[in-house]
């Protein structure tokens, strides 16, 4: 079991800039790929972006250009810089670890389900 703790969230103006994090209590992150996902109520739960244990990334196309996944093996963190943001970025932000490394590819992020562990998420409310 990996407890993996979400940090961050908060209230911005359209257009502004948030950085958010998942950090896994006493486990390197180095050997899973991690993958961030938010669901707005009544929607589908969607991937935004993922990085293999390798440093490729992956995003959605609701994200491309404007959010930066990446990571920290020394301190066990990994991060989703979200810059321009939009109102319909506001959600939950949940991050995901994926044991096998093959959830994430150049293609695909993969559904939550998939993945081995995940967070409780971080609220990122983004307004007019």
């Known amino acids: 079991q990996v407890q993996l703790v979400e940090s961050g969230g908060g209230s911005v103006h359209v257009g502004e800039s948030l950085r958010i994090s998942c950090a896994a209590a006493?486990?390197?992150?180095?050997?899973?790929?991690i993958a961030w996902f938010r669901q707005v109520p009544g929607k589908e739960r969607e991937g935004v972006a993922c990085?293999?244990?390798?440093?490729?990334?992956h995003y959605a196309d609701s994200v491309k250009g404007r959010f930066t996944i990446s990571r920290d093996n020394s301190k066990h963190t990994a991060y989703l810089e979200m810059s321009n943001l939009r109102v319909e970025d506001m959600s939950v932000y949940h991050c995901?670890?994926?044991?096998?490394?093959?959830?994430?590819?150049?293609?695909?992020?993969?559904?939550?389900?998939?993945?081995?562990?995940w967070g409780q998420g971080t609220q990122v409310f983004v307004s007019a």
């Open positions: 006493g486990r390197a992150l180095d050997v899973y790929a």
């Open positions: 995901a670890i994926d044991r096998s490394n093959s959830k994430c590819s150049e293609t695909t992020i993969g559904r939550l389900r998939e993945y081995d562990w």
């Open positions: 990085i293999t244990r390798e440093g490729r990334t």
